[in-house]
């Protein structure tokens, strides 16, 4: 054969034995068989996001016609496969009525190669879940975990757990496969992302999937690509270039995990979110921040920079992104006036001026001496709640705790009132006390704890050591774990109504 003698004079004395060989066009392994497979996201048990075109990727030989058929399609689709062994198609899905809970399959076919199948495959709505160790917390571990994993057997939803990778480069291959929800399966997944899963399933009805990329520690620069970092002076400055001058950067990169390396930019973006940006969805949820807690402004513009970016990477319009405000922590100062926490979540909450994004507060949710407190359940609820009604136009569905519309100074009171389609069902506290966290500060610009009243839809506040307050705080401190909710159980927003600079 040719094949044969060429190789023999760029590799003498080879016996060639597991020599590759060229046949029709497409590669054969040693085994004989012709390279065809689906990208790794596509496999079975997946859910199909409805209602959306859909792309089919994956290896073929160089230059093979592949064709592409599914179940719920009368026409077969024939790509061509590139000089690479890379084909791309993309067909259409339906709309699926609520409980229709059909499964479908979809084959890939070329050349020699024997067809391909992904069987048990259902249509339904995809949703993408990133962040660190707080989303990343499985639901064997969080308040009554035993419990709900006993529960879990929910055969329409589906869920993808991606291993952790890193890369200098953008992947297109990712390990992990999509399994049906059991206590098995479920057990070991990110509990946000479950519990949000779940509640959309059970109240449209219809098929979900739920996709968990991230790792516990990450920072948001690590999700960025190199070139959009490079492109912005503020974050190539401030992260792209302090890590290419370090020793850092010339280290060979594995999948191994160090509390350092998920801090490093752009290497999580490529192996962890680059080999999803195919893949139809209808939007992402994101619970992070932890660690980049001393950054302000900064850290909006970061993740405004991430969310732009992941949008156009995906390609599939403005997707909705809803995320989570870090939940109280101490961080080892038990001074209940401390701040710098807050400033963080305030600089969490300035996300939301980007169109199309929504935020979950934990403030009533959290422990003020655990970073990562175990009540996951009302997390995952609240951003599937925010979803129901911006995403699904479920109008009626409440997912707004009570937002300061004005704060008004009369002498020694301060009078909060709140956006009426925020107290649906009035104002409460959770334990019946008076609402806490509250406090005033006069010209000087300190802040003394106020006693807080509620007064119909409105919360009446002051302070005996304040006799003409000028500025107001609500839960604007590190740990302040709240009480004071609506009507649907609903914490309230934490606010100030200064504008006085942090001080360090």
């Known amino acids: 054969m040719k094949i044969r003698s060429i190789l023999s004079k760029v590799m003498p004395g080879c016996r060639c034995w597991l020599i590759v060989f060229l046949m029709s066009g497409s590669f054969l392994w040693a085994s004989g068989q012709p390279v065809l497979r689906f990208a790794d996201v596509l496999t079975d048990n997946m859910v199909i996001q409805q209602n959306k075109p859909f792309t089919v990727w994956g290896k073929a030989g160089r230059y093979e ?29 339906p709309r699926v009525q609520p409980g229709d809970f059909s499964e479908h399959t979809l084959q890939i076919s070329s050349g020699t190669a024997a067809p391909v199948v992904l069987r048990h495959i259902l ?29 879990a057997d929910y055969r329409n939803i589906r869920l993808f757990n991606a291993a952790l990778n890193f890369s200098n480069t953008p992947l297109d291959y990712v390990k992990g496969q999509w399994v049906v929800c059991t206590p098995q399966t479920v057990e070991r997944f990110s509990a946000v992302a479950y519990f949000f899963a779940r509640q959309l399933h059970t109240t449209l009805n219809v098929p979900v999937g739920v996709i968990f990329s991230g790792i516990g520690a990450s920072a948001a620069q690590a999700y960025v690509p190199r070139e959009v970092l490079a492109a912005d002076p503020l974050l190539d400055s401030a992260y792209l270039q302090p890590y290419l001058t370090s020793e850092k950067s010339r280290e060979v990169i594995d999948g191994g995990f160090s509390f350092e390396k ?16 195919r893949l139809s969805i209808r939007g992402f949820c994101w619970y992070q921040g932890e660690s980049n807690r001393n950054e302000r402004g900064g850290y909006t513009h970061l993740m405004h920079t991430l969310i732009r970016s992941w949008r156009t990477d995906f390609a599939q319009g403005e997707l909705p992104f809803y995320f989570v405000q870090v939940a109280p922590f101490f961080w080892d100062q038990e001074n209940p006036q401390l701040a710098d926490y807050a400033f963080f979540r305030e600089a969490q909450a300035n996300i939301l001026k ?17 970073l990562h407190p175990k009540n996951k359940k009302p997390v995952g609820i609240r951003l599937a709640l925010t979803a129901l009604h911006r995403t699904y136009n479920q109008l009626s569905v409440m997912y707004q705790g009570p937002q300061m519309k004005t704060v008004t100074f009369d002498k020694s009171t301060a009078l909060v009132t709140y956006l009426p389609e925020t107290v649906a069902g009035g104002l409460r506290t959770k334990d019946g ?4 966290f509250f406090s005033l500060a006069g010209a000087d610009g300190m802040f003394y704890p106020a006693e807080a009243v509620i007064v119909g839809s409105q919360v009446k506040v002051r302070s005996a050591k304040v006799k003409r307050p000028v500025a107001l705080r609500y839960a604007f401190t590190n740990y302040a774990v709240t009480n004071l909710e609506n009507g649907n159980g609903l914490p309230a927003v934490p606010f100030r109504t200064d504008s006085w600079r942090e001080q360090k």
Not at 68 to 79: P, Q, R, S
Not at 136 to 147: A, R
Not at 262 to 277: D, E, G, K, S, W
Not at 357 to 370: F, N, P, Q, S, Y
Request: glycine residues 10%; charged residues 20%; hydrophobic residues 45%.
């Open 65 to 93: 016609p592949v064709k592409i058929e599914a179940d719920w399609l009368k026409t077969t689709l024939v790509v061509q496969a590139n000089d690479q062994g890379d084909f791309v198609g993309i067909i259409p899905v």
């Open 123 to 151: 249509i339904g709505e995809v949703w993408f879940c990133g962040g660190q160790s707080n989303m990343q917390s499985p639901v064997g571990d969080i308040l009554d975990g035993k419990t709900e994993v006993a529960k």
């Open 262 to 277: 998920v801090t490093r930019p752009f290497l999580l973006y490529n192996a962890m979110i680059h080999p999803f940006v």
């Open 354 to 370: 980007l169109d199309n994004t929504g935020m979950v507060l934990t403030m009533d949710v959290g422990e003020a001496k655990d």
């Open 433 to 436: 006390s008076a609402p806490k």
